[in-house]
């Protein structure tokens, strides 16, 4: 993939990410394990391309992102001042809830743009890629597995704790001994979900094989099988998340509303920062040329990590 274009995609992608976590933290991991079901993020980490794949490639990211850049990045300005000026009120769950849902929505649209070129790569692709594609994401699996299944509770508990206070952390700054027992409570709240959230993902990557035989009618099938996947998580899966997301809408409203005045000019400057690149996202227009961040790697902890 040409440098550019993957890393405009990984910085728009990032800030996304971001965005979202300012509304639910990285513990909550529904609206992130989607697409990575059906295509990574940086598609030559898991398959080889060759030239002509690549610039294949390249062509269908520049109208995905001219799109992005120039509908969706204008809603999040929006979204991010409107949050800004509500922190002159006491934060209650039900507004973070709204600030998540809003970006969530944003998100699932995002998601159904970006299966439009997915799936036209998927069909340049060779039978020997999609084979190498498919063991790479089972190869992932297995390490998720590894890592997330052989934890203890208590070494769930303690990951937990550690994500909430870096995540508080990036936005707040230095944390008081009072809102850090507030965030070790919250991680004592929160149920497992890496079990159900593994079992889903092997039984989609089982799926998954089967829709990239490529069948006549196939992208149509994978389309069907992403909205049903979306529509329908399994029942277990779905009353951990709404357990998770309620205790996290109101652990950030505690938090926010117990910030300190140096706390509340970080997080203002951090505001100010996202806005900023958000700004300057839109300026660059989509082009491919355009400047972009050096990211080698994608952040797997916000969109793989299952902890809450």
């Known amino acids: ?69 120039s509908r ?4 999040y300005l929006t979204i991010l001042d409107s949050f800004e000026s509500d922190l002159d009120q ?25 299966l439009d070129w997915l799936l036209a790569l998927g ?5 020997a890629q999609i084979a190498e594609l498919l063991d790479e994401l089972w190869e992932r699996q297995n390490e998720y597995e590894e890592e997330y299944l052989e934890r203890t509770d208590e070494e769930f508990y303690e990951d937990s704790y550690d994500d909430a206070l870096d995540n508080a952390r990036e936005y ?3 944390l008081s001994d009072e809102q850090e027992g507030i965030l070790l409570e ?17 039984q989609w990557l089982e799926k998954l094989g089967v829709l990239l035989e490529r069948k006549p009618q196939w ?23 709404e357990h998770n997301l309620t205790q996290i809408y109101e652990v950030i409203a505690v938090i926010l509303d117990g910030r300190s005045e140096q706390q509340d000019k970080y997080l203002r400057e951090r505001l100010s920062s996202l806005q900023e690149d958000l700004q300057e996202l839109i300026a660059e227009g989509g082009s491919p040329d355009a400047p972009a961040a050096d990211i080698s790697q994608p952040p797997d902890s916000p969109v793989d990590d299952p902890a809450g």
């Open 1 to 69: 993939m040409a440098k550019a274009g993957a890393g405009g995609w990984s910085r728009v992608y990032l800030l996304v990410v971001c965005l979202l976590l300012l509304g639910a933290c990285s513990s909550t991991t529904f609206v992130y394990n989607r697409l990575d079901f059906l295509v990574p993020w940086y598609v030559d980490d898991y398959v080889d391309l060759d030239a002509s794949q690549k610039q294949h490639l390249d062509g269908l990211l520049e109208p995905f992102l001219v799109w992005h850049r």
């Open 186 to 202: 919250f991680s004592r709240s929160l149920q497992r979900s890496d079990r159900a959230w593994l079992a889903a993902r092997a």
């Open 123 to 127: 069909a340049q692709l060779s039978d």
């Open 72 to 75: 969706e990045l204008p809603d």
């Open 90 to 114: 006491p934060q209650t769950p039900e507004m973070i809830a709204a600030v998540f849902d809003e970006f969530e929505s944003a998100w699932l649209r995002l998601e159904g743009e970006s």
């Open 172 to 174: 707040l700054g230095s």
């Open 219 to 241: 992208q149509l099938r994978v389309r069907e099988a992403v909205v049903l996947q979306r529509e329908n998580p399994a029942p277990e899966y779905r009353r951990i998340y």
